[in-house]
């Protein structure tokens, strides 16, 4: 039987400047990852995906990863091709992954044919001998190589998303966990509708405000920067979303960030 659709999580691996793809032999590249199983979510696929074809060592990639927020999505355009792949139309979503200098990828999965993974400027996603489809390369020029650099994304909520996108906004509150305190001034952060995730913004981190409590830190920062009045309508809005013994456990970070693109 043939699905309406199916769904794809690839990942593109980034370090000093170049991307890792795989090379099949004499016929072509490819990203790394694949599709979907049922039940799995995107970062499941591409943590069983990654330790396949590349060992488990490089399953953590996929804890790290920023996702593009929009899919590359298409219809096959004959009931011949939808047989071949098992549906009429398929949506792959992208990842992209800042890796350590020491860090190897090899490709390590039993194929029948020699597959290695290489290395390559992020332009030659553009090659037709790299990329052969026509809206392929669009995608990629439209939404790929211009999030490169990104080291993290975050989806608002649209009321917020459009009061940062205003200017209304410049100030995005979080918890302070691991995550969080994995970035600096001056990392890139895409961040998208959560309702719309077409709709995304590139930004850039200018300071982290970091206390104890949200009460400690609107001692710090003017309320209304966060898209909140004053602390009492932060605090009725954060009593539906946070625990206080989570708040306590790692602590609050208001990342202060401007639009660049």
């Known amino acids: 039987m043939i699905k309406d659709i199916s769904y794809s999580a690839y990942i593109l691996p980034v370090r000093d400047g170049q991307v890792a793809l795989l090379k099949y032999g004499e016929n072509g590249y490819g990203f790394i990852g694949g599709r979907l199983d049922d039940g799995e979510d995107f970062k499941t696929a591409l943590r069983r995906e990654l330790t396949e074809e590349l060992g488990e060592t490089a399953s953590v990639l996929a804890d790290n990863a920023v996702e593009i927020p929009v899919p590359y999505a298409f219809h096959h355009p004959n009931p011949e091709r939808a047989q071949k792949r098992g549906a009429w139309a398929e949506e792959h979503h992208f990842f992209i992954a800042h890796i350590p200098a020491d860090m190897g990828l090899d490709f390590c999965e039993e194929r029948t044919e020699e597959i290695k993974v290489v290395w390559m400027s ?21 939404h790929i190589l211009p999030n490169l650099n990104c080291r993290f994304s975050m989806s608002l909520r649209p009321e917020y998303y459009e009061m940062l996108k205003s200017g209304e906004k410049d100030i995005e509150l979080r918890l302070y966990d691991e995550k969080r305190r994995r970035m600096q001034n001056g990392d890139l952060v895409l961040i998208y509708n959560a309702k719309n995730p077409v709709e995304y913004l590139r930004t850039r981190i200018v300071r982290m405000h970091i206390a104890r409590s949200f009460a400690d830190l609107s001692a710090k920062i003017s309320m209304p920067r966060t898209g909140f009045a004053s602390l009492n309508s932060l605090m009725a809005a954060i009593a539906q979303l946070y625990d206080p013994d989570v708040e306590s456990k790692y602590g609050i970070v208001g990342i202060e960030i401007e639009i660049v693109g």
């Not at 992020?122 to 439209?142: G, K, Q, S, V």
């Open 122 to 142: 992020p332009d030659d996603l553009l090659h037709p001998e790299i990329n052969p489809f026509d809206d392929m390369r669009e995608f990629c020029m439209a």
